[in-house]
């Protein structure tokens, strides 16, 4: 039984989860895509719709239903007086920056799962094209979550089934464009594994984030809220890199039985 169990497949992704040393790796991304991507989305509002850290703000309060002191210690992270927001084209090159130095960390984590070349210095406009997937993928997500909410179960059936189908799609673009070298048959199942742990990350935000942002803002205020937000991005990049290492380790298993199966030559 017990030779059963070392051999099995859950402790195979176990064994490589550990080997990749993928926990200290998810908390740098976590880290990373804190300081990266959520200033960019920023960023992007007030260029695009002339809005301070406000919108991101009620976003967030309205996702989770925030009330009371978490809906004000939310506010009172992201939002800036009209006086002090200012654009500047430093922290705005900065930022950018940093999210492509994300897509570059990531790229290298997709390549050590599945054993490829991570992006070459020819290749990184992908990084920068990943950076605006993730952005549009945001928006999107946002935008259908809120017909969800807000209609009624048929259209949130039809709008759940949509946000599959977009997270599939962008799912494989992402991994196509940070590890170029990837075989369709691995391409495509670790987009499905994608969507599908994109939409338990989303059951488990709406059950246990309301609850822990109201009582770290209560206890905390704003950096309260970072902890919890810090937190969902956590979950979220392991999540993420979940999905690869379950197809990784199995075309490796599979393709040691193959071999195993193979005729010794004469």
């Not at 064994?15 to 990266?36: C, H, M, T």
């Not at 210095?121 to 952005?135: F, H, K, T, Y």
Request: aromatic letters at 10%; one cysteine or more; glycine letters at 6%.
């Amino acid at each position: 039984m017990r030779e059963w169990v070392l051999a099995s497949y859950p402790t195979a992704v176990i064994r490589r989860f550990f080997e990749l040393e993928l926990l200290d790796r998810s908390f740098g991304l976590a880290a990373q895509a804190f300081v990266a991507l959520l200033p960019l989305v920023i960023v992007i509002v007030a260029v695009v719709a002339g809005s301070n850290g406000s919108f991101v703000a009620n976003e967030i309060n309205s996702r989770f239903g925030l009330d009371g002191a978490a809906q004000e210690a939310v506010r009172a992270l992201f939002n800036a007086g009209s006086a002090t927001f200012a654009l500047s084209w430093s922290a705005v090159l900065l930022t950018v920056y940093s999210a492509f130095s994300l897509s570059r960390r990531l790229s290298r984590t997709y390549g050590a799962i599945f054993g490829l070349p991570s992006l070459s210095n020819a290749q990184l406009w992908r990084g920068v094209a990943w950076v605006g997937l993730e952005i549009c993928i945001l928006a999107l997500s946002s935008g259908l979550r809120t017909v969800v909410r807000e209609h009624g179960w048929a259209l949130s059936v039809v709008a759940v089934a949509g946000l599959l189908i977009i997270w599939f799609i962008f799912d494989a673009l992402g991994v196509k464009l940070l590890v170029p070298s990837i075989r369709r048959e691995l391409l495509i199942p670790t987009a499905v594994l994608g969507g599908i742990s994109r939409l338990a990350v989303v059951a488990w935000a709406s059950l246990y984030m309301p609850r822990t942002l109201q009582q770290q803002a209560e206890q905390f205020g704003p950096i309260g809220v970072t902890f919890s937000l810090f937190t969902l991005i956590l979950v979220t990049v392991v999540s993420m890199l979940i999905a690869p290492l379950l197809v990784a380790v199995w075309d490796k298993r599979r393709s040691s039985v193959e071999a195993e199966r193979q005729p010794e030559p004469f």
